[in-house]
């Protein structure tokens, strides 16, 4: 679960730390996904 009362007060702090975080989860998520993908023709 995310905490929102978290990430609002993180981007109020820190916007260019957040973004980075989300682009890396969805690096990540891309990575896994497009694995699965990979799989799944196999």
């Not at 975080?21 to 799989?39: F, G, P, S």
Request: proline content about 2%.
């Amino acid at each position: 679960m995310i905490n929102y009362k978290d990430v609002e007060s993180a981007l109020v702090e820190d916007p260019d730390d957040y973004c980075r975080h989300v682009a890396k989860q969805r690096a990540l998520n891309e990575k896994i996904y497009n694995k699965k993908i990979v799989d799944f023709k196999d």
